[in-house]
C-alpha cells in the first residue's frame, strides 16, 4: 500500500527558510517520479516542481526556481522541499504527491496528507 | 500556461440525481500523437488531499465507483456524477498535463440540496 508520509505543519517567520519531507512507503522510489504542489483558498491547488529520484533530475516552476529546492534520499525513500525567502503568499498547504507517467507533464496517482506551513511574523 | 476553467463553482443536487461539473482548457489538450485529451479529474474532501477519479478524460482510476464518468475533447470536458450519493460531497477539480506547467481548475463545490 503506497503512503507519502509527510513532515508536520510549521509556523515560519518572513524570509525564513521551510524544508518540507515526504517518506515513500510501499512504492519503488526508483520507478517512479514525484511532485510538490500547493494549495491555497485564493490560488487553488499550484504546482511547484517535482523530481525523478533514480537520475536525480529534478524541475520546478519558473517563477520559483531563485527560492526552491527540490532533492531526494534514496537510502531514506524520502523526498524533500525547501523554499527560501518566504513571504505570507507563501501559506499554503503543501503537497507531495506521486506521478502517473503519461509522456507528457504527469497527474497524479497518490498524495501526502499535506503540510500546512504558515508564515508570520 | 493553460488555463482552465471550472463550471459552475458550486452546484446542490439532489440525492440520487446526476451532477454535471463542466472544464475548459484555453488551448487544446488532445494530442496528434496519440489521440488522446491530458486531462484528469480529483475529488477532494474536507482536510483530505485530491484523489484521482479520472485520467486520459474518460478512464477511470481503479475503485472509483463507476457512477463517475469523463468526457468530451479538444478544449471541452465533463465529469458527470450519475447518481449523487452523500459520500460524494465534495470539490472537484480538472487538471491538464498536456504541457508543463501543469495547471488546475478553480474547482467546483458539489453539495447535497
Known amino acids: 500500500q503506497v503512503q507519502l508520509e509527510q513532515s508536520g505543519a510549521e509556523v515560519k517567520r518572513p524570509g525564513s527558510s521551510v524544508r518540507i519531507s515526504c517518506k515513500v512507503h510501499?512504492?519503488?522510489?526508483?520507478?517512479?517520479?514525484f511532485t510538490w504542489l500547493r494549495q491555497t483558498p485564493g490560488q487553488g491547488l499550484e504546482w511547484l516542481g517535482g523530481?525523478?529520484?533514480?537520475?536525480?533530475?529534478?524541475n520546478t516552476a519558473q517563477h520559483l526556481r531563485t527560492r526552491i529546492t527540490i532533492t531526494a534520499d534514496k537510502s531514506t525513500r524520502t523526498v524533500y522541499m525547501e523554499l527560501n525567502g518566504l513571504t505570507s503568499e507563501d501559506a499554503a498547504i503543501y503537497y507531495c504527491?506521486?506521478?502517473?507517467?503519461?509522456?507528457?507533464?504527469?497527474?497524479?496517482?497518490?498524495w501526502g496528507r499535506g503540510t500546512l506551513i504558515t508564515v508570520s511574523s | 500556461d493553460v488555463v482552465m476553467t471550472q463550471s459552475p463553482e458550486s452546484l446542490a443536487v439532489p440525492l440520487g440525481e446526476r451532477a454535471t461539473i463542466n472544464c475548459r482548457s484555453s488551448?487544446?489538450?488532445?494530442?496528434?500523437?496519440?489521440?488522446?485529451?491530458?486531462l484528469a479529474w480529483y475529488q477532494q474532501k474536507p482536510g483530505q488531499p485530491p484523489k484521482l477519479l479520472i485520467f486520459w478524460a474518460s478512464t477511470r482510476e481503479s475503485g472509483v465507483p463507476d457512477r463517475f464518468s469523463g468526457s468530451g475533447s479538444g478544449t471541452d470536458f465533463t465529469l458527470s456524477i450519475s447518481s449523487l450519493e452523500a459520500e460524494d460531497v465534495a470539490v472537484y477539480y480538472c487538471?491538464?498535463?498536456?504541457?508543463?506547467?501543469?495547471?488546475f481548475g478553480g474547482g467546483t463545490r458539489v453539495e447535497i440540496k
Open positions: 523530481i525523478v529520484p533514480i537520475v536525480d533530475r529534478s
Open positions: 510501499g512504492s519503488p522510489l526508483n520507478n517512479y517520479a
Open positions: 504527491a506521486r506521478d502517473r507517467p503519461s509522456g507528457n507533464s504527469p497527474f497524479f496517482d497518490y
Open positions: 488551448q487544446r489538450i488532445l494530442s496528434s500523437v496519440n489521440n488522446r485529451d491530458y
Open positions: 487538471q491538464q498535463y498536456f504541457s508543463s506547467p501543469l495547471t
